[in-house]
Each structure stands twice: as structure tokens, then as C-alpha cells.
């Protein structure tokens, strides 16, 4: 047996799209293969026991793996969550399995009994940090955030979040990674990681000169400040526009899409129209915090 | 004497899946598919400013948002009344980000999803070569800690270990492979996934020559790896399972609305010139039909939904009602022209083999060429993974070309006003099989927003009149070795790529009649 600190990792997906996933494969260095496979920090390996879309093992035989965990030792893994909790008809809107005796697994008890033995949880996207586009108004299935949902349910288990729609690979395996070396992530007012979260996009924004100089784009494929087209950027604290996406090949704004600040908790309804400048009145209802200039 | 199957959740697939089947003598004799997860989008959706449509669809899915953020803004193009005018460069730059994640989502099925139940990864257990990769995958498994490859099924595994351990080096390959095929999207689409680059009216990226250059060069590069290390690996999977060329077949009915739209056109999407033409068709028939969008109509008699079956989703009424006596699922039961209709890569390509596609024909006669096959193969279990494969060497081929065709300096977009009332309807197909949006616009906002796609036409349950789906049909008289180990259940599941989260997405409103819609 070699010396290698296993740490046993449960991957549950409840109400979501599975693209903070597509997004973690997506990484480029350190990629899924060294984070899965080879130890990812030299003498630690990520055991990912569960993961729905990537496991070999299906029914009762897979869920025999979350039953273990439930019935293993205290913090004996990290739980991460992707996709929203749905508490509404006692969580009948999302089943994830059925044991061999048919007993069916809302995802919202299995999160909770779960949670309450794992030695960390991160919650992985939007959806499962703040609710996301299931939690958007009217929230027909109760949905919300894991850490809104332990603090209904008592888990005192720690709660990270690495939001973003999807989130970002370098960002989930960079908390993963801090976490292996030994790290406290120190996290900001809402729980992320102020490593990816701390700068506000609009101060970093290569746009940022011709929002200074009032040239804004008025149709897309114009040069100039996306305000006017609906851009959230001075609401978002992520760093797109250092790290970019897909291996630094585009982003929103240099792509000459508006932000929607997809990091940002109930991003959805708050910036919503999302394709409509955003004045003072809007975000009076909100009051959300603005960057000094402008 | 019968068994009960039980297999919840399937795994490697996207979403939220139940399957149910009934085995006796061997055979499945009953099965039914349940999709397990319900969040709501049309209820979340009303109210809002159209144009949000095509950001918020694109959350249905992670694996194919392109394919909803297409679908919502030809549905909005269409009821803004401006699809004729969108630019020629937002027309291809849609077609290449569309086929950039064609092929980041046919990479991950085969290898990533439908792969470990053909290929075992202990053939590497007593690697003692040179290559780095190998053995990183040796001293994983001599770590003993073996998730996500086990738990498994076992008994079934037929590759020699030379063919194993090259399909574990191609499963690897493929990881970046798929990555590769996101930067290609991206570059076009601003992120993969869940990108902003396509917007009514065409796209916001600009053209230029170094992004083209990179674009086409990654295409080259996927094309290579599809002819050099997907279709072979397919072939040497195809070579060791060929009885499952021999069941899995299911209804042999085949609905595709057409994807690529190969020159500007108005808001018939479905009777535009695409890449890969839209049609009905018949395993072992000789024509095809022209597709007529009327005829589409969807049930929820096997449902968790209350509400008359048998209407149009223009019109549909829909309320969740979850436990409701006869329900097993949240999917819906689409039928076109009253009957079952498969949707996918197979349907693509045996419909546009079918009529003719000169492209289509060529790479479907040499791979039937090569296992020693003929068309009536293709209905099964293998002709599904080699329609897969075989259409991502043709999008990898063409949209590298398409790509050449853009004119950096001409413009990206037309214009979109927001009209106050308007219904639209846009066609597409998802990597997974076609796919419709409609909406219907009043005082500027969303009255009512309706979505038809891929997986709900595929693993929907039966309808009113006892008509199991296409996965379900496809279950039924196939044959299961060994119960405790029904590799055979999974396989043809997973051969139709089933997306959940595409499948239970949407709601209609709560018992309101929504009016009938115009078909453009």
C-alpha cells in the first residue's frame, strides 16, 4: 500500500444542468485527468467515489457507495454539490436513486444526511451556492443553495462556494487544491473564495477605458463600453477578465457579449432585463453596491 | 419466472434517470423510463424580457446549451420577424459554434459516458511499458482506492488487452480532446459552457483572421483524432460486440428538423437548405417524408402531469402533479403524427442516407463495409454509436471549411427590436435529436414559452394509447444475459445519449389555454 492521503470525494447533482461538470473537464492544467487520477498535490489523491455522469456503477450498487458514506466515519469525505437543493413536496422534485430495498433518495435528504458527515462541502456553481436559475422568481420547487439549506436542516459542516454559471474549472480545482495543501480558503460575505472573487470585473475590464471616456457600443459587433447593451459587469466580482475561459481562449466581454454577472447570488432576477442598461432605479430595488465611478 | 429490473440512478448519461424493465426467459419483456428531476423553466421564464430567453434555455443543459441557445434565438429571429435579415457572418458563426460542441458532446459520449461498458481498466493493472500515461493509470490502480471506475457490473468485458489498454489511452486522449473542442466553441461562442455569443438577430464576435485560422486549425484537429482514434476504437468495440448490432433497435421511426443552415433563409427552419436536412423516415424504407410541425402533439397520460393528451405544445395544458396514480415520470410523451418517433445522430443519418446525402452515403456504405454490414444494422445498438461517430467526421470536416467563408469587417448582427406581441418558433437538433422552441410575446414580455426536446421524444413513457418510447420499445425483446449484471439494459440506454435535464426541463401554464400558434 503506498502512502498516499486518500481523500474520498461524493459528487451529487441535484436540481442543475451538469455544466459545472462539462466546465471541470474543461480544465487545462491542472486537468480532470490529474485531479481524478494522479495525485493532484504530490502524496494526496482525490478518491472521486461518486459522480452520476462519469461513475462505471449504476442503481443500487451505486448508491451502495453514498451508503457507505452516510454509514463511514465523521468527516470521512468531501461532499460537493452541484445544481440547487429543491425543498417544496418534501423534495419529491429531484430523486437521485432507489436503494435495493426501493426506498427512493430525495437529493435534498441524502445533501442533509450527507452533509452532516462530511468533513467539508462545496458548492459548486450558482445553483448550488445561492439557488441559481431553479431559485429564480416565482421558485416553483423550493429551490436554494446548500448553504441556505444546512442552516434550515442544522449541519454545521463548513460551506464553500465557488459560484459562476458554469463555474470555472481553474476555480474549483484551485479550492480543491488549497484545501489538499493544508489551506483555509479565506472567503468573502458570501462565502467564495476571495482568491477568485475578490476583484470586481468592471476595475479589471479591458473595455474599462471606453466606459471612462463614455464610448459605448450600441449594437453588438461595435467597439466601445457594453453598458448600454445590458453588461453587469460593475455588479461582478470574478477574475474573467485575467484568467478568461477555455484555456484563455475568449470571454463574455472580449467575445463582445454583455456580463450578466452569473457569479453574483439571484444574478437572474437582479439583473434581469438582461439586455437592458442598467440605470440607478433598477438597481435602487436592489441596492446593490456600485464601484466608485459611475 | 419474470425479475424486476431496478436500475436508479443510470449513470453516464446527463440527468436524472430511472429504468425499469421486466426480464423473463432471458428476454426484456416489459420496461419503463423514468425521468427523476423537475425544476420548472416555463413558469420561471414568464414575464420576462424575450431576449432572455436564449440565456436562460441555455441553463437546460450543459452539455448541449449551444443547441438551446440556437433553438431560442431562431424561435426569437422568428417572432421578431427577423430571421432573413441576420448576417451571413451570424449565420456561420452559428453553424461553427453549434459544430464545435457536436463535437466536445459526441467525444464524451463514447468515451466518457458510453465507454466503461465496453472497456475494462484493469488491462493496465500489470502495465510495465514506458509510456507516462500508462503508467500514471498503473499506479492509480495500484492505490487501490478505484472510484469513479468501481463499483461495475461484471462478466461482460470482450476487449483483448492490447485493445483495452488503447481504448484507456484513447479515454484520456478524449479528455482533451473535448476541451479542445470547447476552445474551438468558445472562440466564436465568448465560454464554453453556457457561452453569450449567439443573440437575436446573429452573434457578437467578430471575425477575424487569427480567430479563423485557430478555429479551423482545431477543427483539423478533431477531424484527425475522429478518423485516427474515435471511429477505430469504435471499430474494434463494434468487431468484439457485433450481436449488438442485432438488438436495440426500437420503433424504427426517424424525426429530424435539420441542422446547419447552409445559406440565409426566413423562419421555416425546418424547409431550409441545411447541412443536414430535416425529414421523417422508416428503418428499411426508401423516401422521406417532409416534416410538418403540426403534427407534432405530446401526451402525459404516463406522466406526473395532469391535462388532456394529444396537444400540440403551441396549445399545451400542463400542471405537475407529482405521486398522480399511473405517473412514472416528469417527461411528457411526444408523438409525431400520432406515432413514436427516435431522435438523434441515427435519425440524422439514416434520413439524410435515406435521401441521398452524397457525404452521408459515402461514410455510412465504408463503415458497413467494414464490419461486413448493411443498412438493417444500423437500428441497434451499434449503428447508434457508429451514426455518432460517423457524423462527427462530417461536422469536424465541414465546419472547418465553413469557417473560411467569413468576412472579418462586414457585420455580425441585425438589429432586434422587441415587438409587443408576437409568436415564434424555432427548430433545431441538439447533438441528441431535434429540438423546438415557441413563444408567444404579449406587451413585450413572455406569456408562454414551450420547449420539445431530444431526450423527452426518446426516453418519454407511454402514451394514451400504450405506445411505449423509443428507449422503452428499444428495451422490449432484447435480450439479458445475466440479471445481475444486465449489461445489455445499459448499453442500449446509453447508446441513444439520453440528456435528463434537456427532457424534464419545461411545464406548460397551470390549465390556461395558451392559443394556437402561426407555423412559420
Redesign the interface.
Given at each position: 500500500?503506498?502512502e498516499?492521503v486518500?481523500h474520498?470525494a461524493v459528487w451529487l447533482?441535484g436540481?442543475?444542468?451538469?455544466?459545472?461538470?462539462?466546465?471541470l473537464?474543461?480544465?487545462?492544467s491542472p486537468?480532470?485527468?490529474n485531479l481524478?487520477?494522479?495525485e493532484i498535490v504530490p502524496g494526496q489523491?482525490v478518491?472521486?467515489?461518486?459522480?452520476?455522469?462519469?461513475?462505471?456503477?449504476?442503481?443500487?450498487?451505486?448508491?451502495?457507495?453514498l451508503e457507505a458514506a452516510e454509514s463511514g466515519p465523521d468527516d470521512g469525505f468531501i461532499l460537493l454539490l452541484e445544481g440547487s437543493v429543491q425543498t417544496a413536496?418534501g423534495g419529491?422534485?429531484?430523486?437521485?436513486?432507489?436503494t435495493a430495498e426501493?426506498e427512493?433518495l430525495t437529493l435534498a435528504d441524502t445533501a442533509e444526511k450527507l452533509g452532516r458527515k462530511a468533513s467539508l462541502a462545496i458548492a459548486i456553481g450558482t445553483c448550488a451556492a445561492y439557488g441559481?436559475?431553479?431559485a429564480?422568481?416565482?421558485n416553483?420547487?423550493g429551490?436554494m443553495g446548500l448553504a441556505e439549506f444546512f442552516k434550515e436542516r442544522g449541519v454545521e459542516t463548513p460551506v464553500v462556494n465557488i459560484p459562476g454559471?458554469?463555474s470555472h474549472p481553474d476555480w474549483i480545482v484551485g479550492t480543491i487544491g488549497m484545501v489538499l495543501l493544508g489551506l483555509t480558503p479565506e472567503v468573502d460575505d458570501v462565502g467564495r473564495p476571495k482568491a477568485f472573487f475578490g476583484k470586481l470585473i468592471h476595475d479589471n475590464c479591458p473595455r474599462r477605458g471606453y466606459f471612462d471616456t463614455g464610448r459605448f457600443a450600441k449594437?453588438?459587433?461595435d467597439e466601445g463600453c457594453l453598458y448600454e447593451l445590458g453588461c453587469s459587469g460593475p455588479y461582478a466580482y470574478a477574475d474573467c477578465p485575467n484568467r478568461q475561459?477555455?484555456?484563455g481562449?475568449?470571454?463574455?466581454i472580449?467575445?463582445?457579449?454583455?456580463c450578466?454577472a452569473?457569479v453574483e447570488p439571484k444574478f437572474?432576477d437582479k439583473y434581469?432585463?438582461?439586455?437592458?442598461k442598467i440605470t440607478e432605479e433598477r438597481m435602487e430595488r436592489f441596492k446593490v453596491k456600485r464601484s466608485a465611478k459611475g | 419466472m419474470a425479475q424486476k429490473i431496478?436500475?436508479?440512478?443510470?449513470?453516464?448519461?446527463?440527468?436524472?434517470l430511472?429504468i425499469e424493465v421486466t426480464v423473463d426467459g432471458g428476454v426484456v419483456k416489459e420496461a419503463e423510463s423514468s425521468g427523476?428531476?423537475?425544476?420548472?423553466?416555463e413558469?420561471?421564464l414568464r414575464g420576462?424580457?424575450p431576449?432572455?430567453a436564449q440565456?436562460?434555455t441555455q441553463?437546460?443543459?450543459?452539455?448541449c446549451?449551444t443547441s438551446h441557445a440556437m433553438a431560442s434565438t431562431l424561435n426569437l429571429d422568428s417572432a421578431f420577424g427577423i430571421a432573413e435579415d441576420v448576417p451571413d457572418n451570424g449565420r456561420i458563426m452559428r453553424n461553427l459554434i453549434l459544430a464545435g460542441n457536436y463535437m466536445q458532446s459526441h467525444i464524451?459520449h463514447f468515451f466518457?459516458?458510453a465507454a466503461?461498458d465496453y472497456v475494462d481498466v484493469t488491462a493496465l493493472a500489470d502495465y510495465d511499458g514506458e509510456d507516462p500515461g500508462m503508467a500514471?493509470?498503473k499506479a492509480?490502480i495500484?492505490?487501490?482506492?478505484l472510484?469513479?471506475?468501481?463499483?461495475?457490473?461484471e462478466g461482460d468485458y470482450r476487449l483483448s488487452k492490447a485493445v483495452n489498454r488503447a481504448a484507456v489511452a484513447a479515454y484520456?486522449q478524449a479528455?482533451?480532446m473535448?476541451?479542445v473542442a470547447?476552445?474551438a466553441?468558445?472562440?466564436?461562442?465568448?465560454?464554453?459552457?453556457?457561452?453569450?455569443?449567439i443573440?437575436p438577430?446573429?452573434?457578437?464576435?467578430?471575425p477575424t483572421a487569427d480567430k479563423i485560422e485557430a478555429y479551423h486549425w482545431k477543427m483539423n484537429q478533431l477531424l484527425d483524432f475522429t478518423n485516427s482514434v474515435y471511429i477505430p476504437v469504435l471499430m474494434e468495440v463494434a468487431k468484439a460486440y457485433l450481436d449488438h448490432a442485432g438488438f436495440g433497435g426500437g420503433c424504427g421511426r426517424y424525426v429530424s428538423y435539420g441542422v446547419f443552415e447552409m445559406e440565409p433563409g426566413g423562419a421555416d427552419y425546418a424547409g431550409r437548405k441545411r447541412f443536414l436536412n430535416s425529414g421523417v423516415t422508416e428503418a428499411g424504407g426508401s423516401s422521406v417524408q417532409k416534416l410538418d410541425a403540426s403534427k407534432i402533439t405530446e401526451d402525459v397520460h404516463s406522466s406526473w402531469l395532469d391535462g388532456p393528451d394529444g396537444l400540440h405544445p403551441s396549445s399545451g395544458q400542463t400542471n405537475p402533479a407529482?405521486?398522480k396514480k399511473g405517473g412514472h415520470s416528469w417527461l411528457k410523451s411526444p408523438r409525431y403524427d400520432g406515432k413514436v418517433g427516435e431522435v438523434g445522430p441515427l435519425a440524422r443519418i439514416y434520413t439524410n442516407y435515406v435521401a441521398g446525402h452524397a457525404a452521408v452515403k459515402e461514410v455510412v456504405d465504408g463503415a458497413l463495409a467494414a464490419l461486413g454490414a448493411d443498412a438493417g444494422a444500423l437500428p441497434s445498438v451499434l449503428g447508434r454509436h457508429a451514426a455518432r461517430a460517423l457524423e462527427a467526421k462530417l461536422v469536424a470536416e465541414a465546419a472547418a471549411k465553413w469557417v473560411l467563408d467569413l468576412k472579418p469587417g462586414e457585420?455580425?448582427?441585425c438589429?432586434a427590436p422587441v415587438p409587443a406581441e408576437a409568436q415564434g418558433m424555432g427548430l433545431t437538433e441538439a447533438p441528441r435529436g431535434a429540438l423546438g422552441h415557441w413563444v408567444n410575446v404579449k406587451d413585450g414580455k413572455i406569456a408562454n414559452y414551450q420547449l420539445v426536446v431530444p431526450t423527452t421524444w426518446n426516453a418519454g413513457p407511454a402514451d394514451a394509447s400504450g405506445q411505449p418510447g423509443p428507449i422503452e420499445q428499444a428495451l422490449i425483446g432484447s435480450p439479458v444475459k445475466d440479471p445481475e449484471n444486465p449489461f445489455e439494459v445499459?448499453r442500449i440506454v446509453r447508446s441513444f445519449d439520453p440528456c435528463l435535464?434537456c427532457a424534464v426541463h419545461m411545464?406548460d401554464a397551470r390549465g390556461n389555454d395558451l392559443g394556437r400558434y402561426r407555423i412559420a
Open positions: 500500500m503506498s498516499t486518500e474520498g447533482q436540481a442543475g444542468c451538469s455544466g459545472c461538470s462539462v466546465s473537464l474543461n480544465g487545462l486537468s480532470v485527468k481524478l487520477i494522479d489523491h478518491s472521486l467515489r461518486f459522480h452520476a455522469t462519469v461513475m462505471a456503477g449504476q442503481g443500487a450498487p451505486a448508491v451502495s457507495v413536496e419529491i422534485y429531484c430523486t437521485i436513486g432507489e426501493g427512493h441559481g436559475l431553479p429564480a422568481e416565482p416553483p420547487t429551490a454559471c458554469p449594437h453588438f459587433g475561459w477555455n484555456s481562449t475568449n470571454w463574455p472580449k467575445g463582445g457579449a454583455p450578466m452569473c437572474w434581469a432585463p438582461l439586455y437592458q | 431496478k436500475i436508479d440512478p443510470v449513470s453516464r448519461i446527463e440527468g436524472h430511472k427523476t428531476l423537475f425544476r420548472g423553466f413558469i420561471i420576462r424580457d431576449r432572455d440565456r436562460i441553463r437546460v443543459c450543459g452539455v446549451p464524451l466518457h459516458l466503461l500514471s493509470i492509480f495500484d492505490r487501490g482506492e472510484g469513479p471506475f468501481f463499483p461495475r457490473y484520456v479528455l482533451d473535448r476541451r470547447h476552445e466553441t468558445a472562440i466564436w461562442n465568448t465560454k464554453m459552457p453556457h457561452g453569450s455569443g443573440v438577430g446573429g452573434v457578437t464576435e467578430t407529482p405521486g457585420p455580425v448582427a438589429d445499459v435535464a411545464l
